[in-house]
Each structure stands twice: as C-alpha cells, then as structure tokens.
C-alpha cells in the first residue's frame, strides 16, 4: 500500500510498505480519509525526530477492514474515527480518562507510531469511535481539529458565559471549528482574527461576530479592544510570538490564555515586570479525552459542526502539506485514499 512517511528530519516520502497487520487487540482500518494538519509540518521541520521512520496522519476516520484476534464489538465495513491519543492507561491522569494529560509522556497515532496517510491504519480497538450516520471524508479532521478546540474550550467554559467576548486567533483547520463549537456551546461573543482574507471571511460565514485582521498587529489590537474592551478568553491557534503578543495586549484582568497553537513563540511571562494583567490563567491544552471526542462527534451529527475541506489524493499528499505550508489552505486539507473525486 502507499503511505506518506517522515524518513528523516526534513525528509518525506510516499513509499510502498506491506499492509499492516492488526495484533491481539488491534482493528486494521481503511483510511477514507486523514486530515493535514500543521503539527505534521512542525513534525517534518524538527531537527531531530524521535520516531522515524513514521507514517503521518493523526486526523483519520474510515471502515472497519479486519479485526485483531480478541477483538470483539466491532462489525468488518462499519465507519469509525479514530480517537489517536496514545495514554499509558494506569497513571492518575489516565484513569481519569485523560489520556492527553498521560503521565509516563506523549504518545499518539501518527506522532509515536504509523498513522493515516495511507491505503490502512491499524490501531488499538479502544481507539474506535463509531461515526453513525457522518460523512467519513468530513468527520476526520473532528478527531482532532474538532476535538483540541473542543477541549480548550471546555478549559474555559467557566469565562465563556453570556456578555463575554472571546477571541479565535487564526481561523484554520483548528480555528475554523473552534469558531462553530464556541457558537454552538457557549453565549460568548466571538471575534475571530487571522492574517489570510479567506480565513476571515470563513470564520464570518462559520458565525463570527466579528472579524479583525492581523496583518498590522497595533491596528488588530486596537480593533479587538473596541469590540470587546478586552477579553474575557484569547484562544491562540497560531502560537508566534506575534499572535501570543495580541493575546497579551488583549486579554482582560482576571482572563484566560489557551496557547493551543504551537508555532514556537514565546509568551514573557514576568510577575512584577508587567507583561501580563492580574489574575490571568493561562493553559496549553493538548488534544482532549475520548469523551470529549464523543461529544465533538455528537455535535457534527446535529449539525452544529461541519468542516470545511479542501480534498487530495493519495498521490498528491505532498502538495497538500506545501500549500498548507504557504497558508493556501482554507479549512482543512483532507487526503482520501480513495480518490478525492470518488
Ligand atoms: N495543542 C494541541 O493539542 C494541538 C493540536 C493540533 C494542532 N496544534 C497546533 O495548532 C496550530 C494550528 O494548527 P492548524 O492545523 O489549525 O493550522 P492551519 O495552518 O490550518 O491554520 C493556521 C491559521 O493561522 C493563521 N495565521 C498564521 N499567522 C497568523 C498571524 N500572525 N495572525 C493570525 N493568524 C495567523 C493562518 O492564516 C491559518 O489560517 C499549529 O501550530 C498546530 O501544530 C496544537
Ligand atoms: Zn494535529
Ligand atoms: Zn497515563
């Protein structure tokens, strides 16, 4: 089957390898879709990657194709998502069903073992979400960027309450859901902020109430300030420093910083040297729980939640990840192993 690996730092490839073969415990999965999200290019730009070589793709949904021996409650052909984090199952934060927050480190499908850009995927069973009636192409980028929003969210539901403002700083694969799950679940008033005029005016078709660009940082500032005083949440989907500096100059005393996106910035944090206003609680989230990934997938089923998808073939993935690197994707861009024009 072809599957699009990371070889080395820097270097990938769509390569030839065997189907894998799904262990005790294991379903092997045909990929319908995987989603490109920008994690993967951080993976491919890191200096020394630990896990190589590694098939990327940690947004997938697809059908059931074979199951491992031991594996029951799951029929051959029926769609699932794929939950990806990878918790060891025993610390304190696991058996409270946070396998994000896993003690013993990071693990995920497509981040620490092969994931979706492929023909198959195997994974452990307890991975499988099944997805009902969802269009399998559009619920892949839900198994995380539907899910991390979804949990950075549920972070700060407290703050998000009626006559609130929050703002989405960038409105890509994880903002422009954000966007939707903060209209769907919370009363806030959301302002959305990007650089990229189509991501603007997505997030204005999404439900945004309002929409600011950030190309002249000073000037965004200033606008998020008359629309909103200053926030009560800053969402940062971009993580530069220059968007974590809007994140700071806008967020209210006694607000909250989700720092979601991880572009490498850096945030000063100084008690006594003014950096920040009193009172500010700042998280960063990593990806959600298998419930929360239940309720994401419920909301996409109500029709609270849709992604919106630019779809590539197999043999294109590359030119998936470099337009997406050049910030020509609106939404996600979503690799369907079965043809993007099936
Ligand atoms: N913490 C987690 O669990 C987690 C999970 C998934 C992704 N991420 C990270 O979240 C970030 C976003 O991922 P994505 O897949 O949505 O990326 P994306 O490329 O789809 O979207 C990024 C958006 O940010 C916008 N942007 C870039 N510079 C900006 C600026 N200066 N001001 C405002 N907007 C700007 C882009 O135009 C684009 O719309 C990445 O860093 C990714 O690695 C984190
Ligand atoms: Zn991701
Ligand atoms: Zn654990």
Same mark, same amino acid.
């Given at each position: 089957m072809l599957a699009f690996r990371l070889t080395a730092a820097g270097a990938t490839a769509l390569q030839d390898v065997p189907v894998p073969e799904p262990g005790p415990g294991e379903v092997l999965v045909?990929?319908?879709a995987a989603g490109a999200c920008h994690s993967d290019l951080h993976m491919i730009d890191a200096t020394a990657p630990r896990h190589v070589p590694l098939t990327l793709g940690h947004e +997938?949904?697809?059908?059931? !194709?074979?199951?491992?021996?031991?594996? @029951?409650?799951?029929?051959?052909? !029926?769609?699932? #998502?794929?939950?990806?984090?990878?918790g060891c199952g025993q610390c304190a934060e696991c058996l409270r069903g946070r396998e994000n927050a896993c003690r013993?480190?990071?693990?995920? +499908?497509?981040? $620490? %073992?092969? #994931?979706?850009?492929?023909?198959?995927?195997?994974v452990p069973a307890r991975c499988l979400m099944p997805l009902g009636g969802l269009d399998v192409v559009r619920a892949a980028p839900i198994a995380d960027a539907g899910l991390t929003p979804y949990h950075a969210i549920a972070m700060h539901r407290c703050a998000l309450q009626a006559g609130s403002t929050c703002?989405?700083? #960038?409105?890509?694969?994880?903002?422009? &859901?954000?966007?939707?799950? &903060?209209?769907? $679940?919370t009363a806030a008033t959301v302002i959305a902020a990007d650089i990229a005029p189509d991501a &603007?005016?997505?997030?204005? %078709?999404l439900g945004a109430h309002a929409v600011v660009d950030t190309e002249?940082?000073?000037?965004?500032? *200033?606008? +998020? %300030?008359?629309?909103?005083?200053?926030?009560d949440v800053v969402f940062d989907f971009v993580g530069l420093s220059a968007t974590l500096d809007i994140a700071r100059r806008v967020v209210a005393t006694g607000g909250h910083l989700s720092l979601v996106g991880l572009g490498g910035g850096t945030l000063p944090v100084s008690p006594g040297g003014w950096t920040l206003p009193f009172e500010v609680r700042i998280t960063l989230p990593f990806w959600g729980t298998r419930a929360e990934f239940r309720e994401v997938l419920a909301l996409a089923a109500r029709g609270d939640l $849709? $992604? !919106?998808?630019?779809?590539?073939?197999? *043999?294109?993935?590359? @030119?998936?990840?470099? %337009?997406?690197?050049?910030?020509? +994707? @609106?939404?996600r861009a979503v690799v369907v192993p079965g043809g993007a024009r099936a």
């Open positions: 045909r990929v319908g +997938i949904a697809g059908w059931v !194709e074979a199951l491992g021996p031991g594996v @029951t409650g799951f029929a051959v052909h !029926e769609p699932v #998502g794929v939950y990806g984090v990878l013993s480190g990071f693990g995920g +499908i497509g981040l $620490t %073992r092969d #994931g979706g850009m492929a023909e198959f995927v195997v703002v989405v700083l #960038g409105v890509g694969g994880l903002g422009h &859901l954000a966007v939707q799950i &903060l209209r769907a $679940t &603007l005016a997505l997030a204005k %078709r002249d940082p000073d000037a965004a500032v *200033a606008e +998020i %300030r008359e629309h909103a005083g200053a926030a $849709t $992604t !919106e998808i630019q779809p590539f073939d197999l *043999a294109d993935v590359a @030119t998936a990840y470099d %337009r997406l690197r050049a910030g020509a +994707i @609106t939404g």
